[in-house]
């Protein structure tokens, strides 16, 4: 086993912060946002601070589930907040503990205390068939 392929920055796994959604913008436009991105997640963002991920799970569970009117349903009131973050210099292992921990699918990637990228459960499961332990 090679310790550093064990040790691949979160850099290179994760996604750029370049998907995100304002927390006024219904549950419709979250939706239709991570369709055209491909992408089961939105980070949250106001100004210059992100306040929380919205999610695929988000829009299930507490849209869908509670008859809500998705178009009339603000961000902000099913966004998952606060943002769980892991810093940029843990392990793909780290980052697989802190979700498995909070129950959750995908963790905001942080750079000196700046969002950089946004990490999901798939990059994880990619990250462990191409790297991890031959």
């Not at 959604?21 to 089961?40: H, N, T, Y």
């Not at 963790?107 to 969002?115: P, Q, Y």
């Amino acid at each position: 086993m090679n310790s550093v392929r064990m040790q691949r920055p979160l850099a290179v796994m994760m996604r750029s912060v370049d998907q995100v959604i304002a927390p006024d913008a219904s549950a419709c436009e979250a939706a239709r946002q991570m369709r055209s991105a491909k992408v089961g997640a939105l980070l949250v963002r106001e100004g210059v601070g992100y306040l929380g991920l919205v999610s695929e799970a988000d829009l299930v569970r507490k849209v869908l589930a509670e008859s809500l009117n998705p178009a009339q349903t603000p961000v902000r009131s099913i966004m998952s907040a606060p943002l769980i973050t892991i810093d940029i210099g843990a392990s793909a292992h780290d980052a697989s503990d802190v979700m498995a921990r909070a129950g959750i699918r995908h963790l905001a990637v942080v750079d000196d205390g700046e969002v950089a990228g946004i990490l999901s459960v798939r990059d994880l499961l990619r990250y462990f068939k191409n790297w991890g332990p031959q």
